[in-house]
C-alpha cells in the first residue's frame, strides 16, 4: 500500500519527489505523478499530502484512491488559509485564545507555545538520530535502548499536563505509534482521517486565533477610532477635538500598560509559585509567569487605558489653553 | 489650569508606566547578557536561555524573569538545587540590585494597578 508523508517546509514537487522515492525506476515515478495530482500546481506548501507509490504493484488500488481523496481535502482545506498548513506542521492545536491585553501582557501566547513545541521536535528528532545510528550499526543495543530511556524521560517532562496540547502526542499509544516508525512524518490510515478533520478546523479558525494579539490591538485601534468618528459628525468640533486626546491617550496607555504590568505580574506569580511550591521547573514555573502575565496585561491595560485617558484630557486642555 | 485627582494621577502613572518601561529595556538589552555570563555553568538557566533563544523580544523578557528568580528566590532555589550560592557570590552586587529592585518595582505597580482596579471599579 502507498504511504501518506506530510511535508514539512515549503519545497519544490521535484525535490520532494527525489527525496522521497528510493528507487528510480520510471514506471515509479509515474506513478508517483499520477497519485500527487494534487501538487501539480507550482511549490508544495507545508501540511500538504504526498502520496508515496510502493516499490511494486502499478495498478491504483482502493487504498490509493482513497489517499488521493484526503490528499485533495487536505489541499482544499489549505488553500482556504495556506498558514494553516504551516500550524499544522508545528503541531499547533493550542491556538491561542487571550485575545488583547492579555496576550499583550505575555508577549503572545502563541509564540510562548512555539518554543514549547520546538523543543519537543527537537527531542524527537534527537529519538529518531538515535534510532538511525542504531539502525546503521553505529550504536550498540544497549546504549541505544539507555540513550532512547533518557530521551523519553525528558519527553515525559516535556509533555506533563497542558504541555501535552499542540503536540498532537496526547496519548502514549499514539507516542509510541510515532515513535516506533523511522520517519515521523509517515502516516498510518488511521491517523489521516484525523489529519484531515484538523486541518479543516484549524483552517477555519487559525486565520482569527493565530494572531491573538494583534486581532486584540487591531479591536483596539478600531473602536479608538470608532469613537473619534462618532464624536467628529458635524457640530461637535469641540468634542471631536477632545476625543482625538482622550482616545489615543487610552489607547496607548492600554498597550504600553498592559507591557508593563504583564512583565511584572509575571515576576510575581513566579516568586508566589515557587514559594507555595505550586510550580515545580521549567514549563511549570513558565505556566505560572504565562497565567499572571496574562492577569498583568487585563489588568494593565484596562488601568492603562484610564491613565492615558485622563493624560488625554490633560494633554487636550492644555493645548486649547 | 486645574486639574483634577483623575487628570493628577494620570501625570503621575504616566511618568511612572515611561519610567517602568525604561527599566525593562535597560535590563532586557543592557544587562541581561552580563548577568548572564555568572551563570555558564548553570544547566537550568542555559535550558532556559535554549527555549527562549530566538533573541526576539519576548525572549529577553522571559530570560529577565528567570533570572529574577534566581535572585529574589535564592533560598528557595538554593534549596532545590537549582542554583547554588557560590554562583550567586559571584555577582556583584550593583549588577544584583537592578533585578531585584526591578522585582519589587514591578510588584509595586502590580499591587498599585489591582488596587485602583477594584477601587473604581468595584467599589
Redesign the interface.
Known amino acids: 500500500m502507498a504511504q501518506a508523508y506530510i511535508n514539512e517546509r515549503t519545497t519544490d514537487l521535484l525535490s520532494l519527489k527525489s527525496r522521497l522515492l528510493t528507487g528510480s525506476s520510471r514506471q515509479l515515478s509515474e506513478q508517483f505523478d499520477a497519485l500527487n495530482l494534487h501538487l501539480r500546481h507550482g511549490l508544495v506548501t507545508p501540511g500538504q499530502m504526498v502520496i508515496i507509490p510502493d516499490d511494486y504493484g502499478v495498478a491504483c488500488t482502493a487504498d490509493d484512491a482513497w489517499l488521493m481523496r484526503h490528499a485533495q481535502e487536505i489541499r482544499r482545506g489549505l488553500e482556504q488559509d495556506a498558514s494553516a498548513g504551516t500550524a499544522v506542521i508545528n503541531n499547533y492545536d493550542l491556538l491561542q485564545s487571550w485575545l488583547g491585553y492579555g496576550s499583550l501582557g505575555?508577549?503572545?501566547t502563541t509564540?510562548?507555545w512555539a518554543?514549547?513545541l520546538d523543543?519537543v521536535r527537537q527531542t524527537l528528532e534527537e529519538v529518531e538520530r538515535v534510532y538511525q545510528q542504531f539502525k546503521n550499526g553505529n550504536l550498540d543495543r544497549n546504549t541505544f535502548i539507555q540513550q532512547r530511556q533518557a530521551l523519553f524521560k525528558r519527553l515525559d517532562v516535556q509533555l506533563q499536563g497542558a504541555a501535552r496540547f499542540g503536540t498532537s502526542l496526547r496519548t502514549h499509544t499514539s507516542l509510541k505509534k510515532i515513535l516506533g516508525i523511522s520517519t515521523k512524518s509517515y502516516l498510518h490510515k488511521s491517523e489521516i482521517v484525523g489529519y484531515t478533520q484538523r486541518i479543516r478546523s484549524i483552517a477555519q479558525t487559525s486565520r482569527f486565533l493565530g494572531k491573538g494579539t494583534y486581532v486584540g490591538l487591531a479591536l483596539d485601534v478600531g473602536a479608538a477610532g470608532l469613537a473619534i468618528k462618532q464624536a467628529c459628525m458635524e457640530g461637535r468640533e469641540g468634542q471631536c477635538e477632545r476625543a482625538k486626546y482622550v482616545e489615543t491617550g487610552r489607547l496607548v496607555?492600554g498597550v504600553?500598560?498592559a507591557?508593563?504590568?504583564g512583565?511584572?505580574?509575571?515576576?510575581?506569580t513566579?516568586?508566589l509559585c515557587?514559594?507555595l511550591r505550586i510550580a515545580t521547573?521549567?514549563l511549570g514555573?513558565?505556566g505560572c509567569?504565562i497565567i499572571g502575565a496574562a492577569a498583568?496585561g487585563l489588568?494593565?491595560g484596562?488601568?492603562?487605558g484610564?491613565?492615558?485617558?485622563?493624560?488625554g484630557?490633560?494633554l487636550y486642555?492644555?493645548v486649547e489653553? | 489650569m486645574n486639574f483634577t485627582l483623575k487628570q493628577a494621577a494620570s501625570i503621575f502613572f504616566a511618568i511612572d508606566i515611561a519610567v517602568s518601561l525604561w527599566i525593562l529595556w535597560y535590563l532586557k538589552y543592557r544587562k541581561l547578557e552580563e548577568i548572564e555570563r555568572y551563570f555558564t555553568k548553570n544547566i537550568e538557566l542555559q535550558r532556559n536561555k535554549r527555549f527562549w533563544s530566538w533573541n526576539k523580544d519576548i525572549d529577553r523578557k522571559w530570560r529577565v524573569s528567570f533570572v529574577t528568580m534566581y535572585l529574589v528566590a535564592s533560598k528557595e532555589l538554593i534549596r532545590r538545587g537549582e542554583v547554588t550560592e557560590d554562583e550567586l557570590a559571584t555577582i556583584p552586587s550593583a549588577l544584583k540590585r537592578w533585578f531585584v529592585w526591578n522585582f519589587y518595582w514591578g510588584t509595586l505597580q502590580v499591587i498599585g494597578v489591582f488596587t485602583w482596579i477594584v477601587w473604581t471599579k468595584v467599589l
Do not use: P, Y
Open positions: 505575555v508577549g503572545s509564540s510562548a518554543r514549547h523543543e496607555g504600553t500598560a507591557a508593563m504590568v512583565a511584572g505580574t509575571a515576576n510575581t513566579q516568586r515557587i514559594a521547573r521549567g514555573k513558565l509567569g498583568g489588568g494593565g484596562i488601568a492603562g484610564a491613565v492615558g485617558e485622563g493624560f484630557d490633560v486642555e492644555a489653553q
